[in-house]
């Protein structure tokens, strides 16, 4: 987690999370933490909210009678926590995400896994368009506990560069 303490007053600090575009370097890493492990009851949440009434994810019974042999948590609530979990590392600066592609989920996730991210830098350039932003492109690999990778992506965000971000320039965060 990027984390710095920025002195607002005598012996008062406030923390900022995430980068800026010159703090970005092909072919790092990052290793989020902490992991999140999925609850029955968020799985059934966020099943139901998204209007997702395949049986697999919420009845016990039909999940019993699958090849899985149980309940699988819903592939958008997987993401959904592995995006999360890239924030502080990622994205807690960003001006906005521009696009997710190659997401695969090539193991179950089930109630009970803990999951854990990791985000490796591919790619990062200047915006043609937009004067002290740069695009930066990053593959998040989502692991359950045993190691087991469940889910990985592509993302690009839209980040400022240094001197450039919201609370550099209102000085509120």
């Known amino acids: 987690m990027v984390q710095e303490r920025h002195e607002v007053g005598p012996r008062r ?28 009851y968020e799985n059934h949440l966020f099943t139901l909210m998204t209007m997702n009434h395949h049986p697999l994810h919420f009845d016990a019974e039909y999940g019993a009678r699958t090849e899985f042999g149980r309940n699988l948590v819903v592939s958008p609530l997987t993401l959904a926590l592995l995006i999360g979990m890239s924030v502080s590392d990622v994205s807690a600066k960003a001006i906005a995400n521009l696009g997710m592609d190659e997401v695969r989920f090539p193991a179950p996730v089930f109630a009970g896994d803990t999951l854990y991210a990791e985000s490796e830098v591919l790619e990062k350039r200047p915006s043609a368009s937009r004067p002290h932003q740069g695009i930066v492109t990053i593959r998040t690999t989502g692991r359950n506990q045993k190691g087991e990778v469940i889910c990985t992506f592509r993302r690009s965000v839209l980040v400022p560069f240094r001197g450039h971000a919201l609370e550099d320039r209102i000085g509120f965060y």
């Open 13 to 40: 600090f406030r923390e900022r999370f995430g980068r800026v575009f010159e703090e970005f370097e092909v072919g790092d890493v990052y290793e989020h933490r902490p992991g999140k492990t999925v609850t029955e």
